[in-house]
């Protein structure tokens, strides 16, 4: 397996711009986590899902973050109107329930 | 809130002697910790874990302390290598969703 896959690696945007950020998990993981990289809080949870589903989106920052995941292999996260304070790294990481997270490379975000 | 705590960011250590990271957490709740290990332009890779019903486990060089009364957990690195120079994260996981919550990270160099 390639591993999870995020695209792009790099975004530059912006301010007011839709970004749409992609990520592909592991063939076979039924969780999925969205992670946004500060300085100041470290490795931020935005959303995770399990099966397709959201199950604890209370660290999407502002009504603007959305995120969908409509099959197994598939999620975004979409930012929608994006702000200079939105940029960072964003991280996908998924798991099979077992007892670590797999992250992808990341997608650098910044909004100008 | 800041669940999972790594109060130094950075740590700077000579080559051959002991590395300690060290993270703190608040929410009992957390039944398995995990340090996570962050080269730049990469994502986190996966480094040692601990259950909550241990006390240490160890891993060739790399050793993971948990107290749980003091809800402390410390890395052990021994002896360090200048490749150890990296960001890590410390990670939680609840007893029920699967989530994994991170700290801000301690960014480690190792002086040759």
């Known amino acids: 397996d390639a591993g999870v896959i995020q695209s792009p690696r790099h975004e530059v945007t912006e301010m007011g711009q839709e970004v749409t950020l992609r990520c592909k998990p592991i063939?076979?993981?039924?969780?999925l986590f969205w992670y946004r990289q500060t300085m100041m809080r470290g490795l931020e949870l935005l959303i995770y899902?399990?099966?397709?589903?959201?199950?604890?989106d209370s660290g999407m920052p502002e009504d603007r973050f959305s995120a969908k995941m409509p099959n197994a292999s598939f999620s975004t996260l979409k930012i929608q109107p994006s702000e200079p304070r939105d940029s960072a790294v964003y991280f996908c990481?998924?798991?099979?329930?077992?007892?670590?997270?797999?992250f992808g490379q990341g997608t650098r975000l910044t909004v100008v | 809130d800041q669940q999972v705590k790594q109060n130094s960011p950075s740590l700077s250590v000579q080559e051959g002697r002991i590395s300690i990271l060290n993270c703190d957490y608040t929410?009992?709740?957390?039944?398995?910790f995990l340090w996570y290990k962050k080269y730049p332009a990469e994502g986190p890779t996966f480094l040692i874990s601990?259950?909550?019903?241990?006390d240490k486990n160890e891993d060739g060089r790399f050793t993971v302390f948990l107290n749980k009364s003091a809800k402390h957990l410390s890395l052990h690195i021994v002896p360090s290598q200048p490749g150890d120079s990296a960001v890590y994260f410390c990670?939680?996981?609840?007893?029920?969703?699967?989530?994994?919550?991170f700290g801000t990270g301690t960014s480690l160099t190792v002086i040759p």
């Open positions: 990481a998924t798991t099979d329930s077992g007892t670590e997270a797999f």
């Open positions: 063939s076979g993981h039924d969780y």
């Open positions: 899902f399990n099966n397709n589903v959201p199950i604890d």
């Open positions: 601990i259950s909550s019903i241990k």
């Open positions: 929410n009992s709740m957390f039944d398995y």
């Open positions: 990670a939680a996981r609840r007893n029920t969703g699967n989530q994994f919550y």
